[in-house]
Nanobody
Framework: QVHLAESGGGLVQPGGSLRLSCVAS????????MAWYRQAPGKERELVAE???????NYADSVKGRFTISRDNAKDTVYLQMNSLKAEDTAAYHC???????????????????WGTGTLVTVSS
């Protein structure tokens, strides 16, 4: 059973910074893409940033220049450094990972999507 656990959310003033972490646990072969999504009240979930296992990154236009995604493959962890936070960044932030687990034959299967339960980020004065 694969589990993603986020941490690092909280209340911060506009212009402040937070660093989110997400660690994957369980038995698996490999983690492919890792990403952060967010969902604000009354809005659809949206991609914030994603990173491949080779380090390639992609960001939503709204966070470019302010947020940085990174990962530590040895620790099965993805991070999201958020600077210059704005009120519109307030949302529940969810970790996502495409993970290859072992099948019933003991061989690695195809990658599947896994989600964390989310960590709340509130930007307010």
């Amino acid at each position: 059973q694969v589990h993603l656990a986020e941490s690092g959310g909280g209340l911060v003033q506009p212009g402040g910074s937070l660093r989110l972490s997400c660690v994957a646990s369980g038995r698996f072969f490999r983690i492919n893409k890792m990403a952060w999504y967010r969902q604000a009240p009354g809005k659809e979930r949206e991609l914030v940033a994603e990173i491949t296992n080779g380090g390639g990154t992609n960001y939503a236009d709204s966070v470019k220049g302010r947020f940085t995604i990174s990962r530590d493959n040895a620790k099965d962890t993805v991070y999201l450094q958020m600077n210059s936070l704005k009120a519109e960044d307030t949302a529940a932030y969810h970790c996502n990972a495409v993970i290859r687990t072992y099948g019933s034959t003991g061989l690695p299967g195809d990658g599947m999507d896994y989600w964390g339960t989310g960590t709340l980020v509130t930007v307010s004065s």
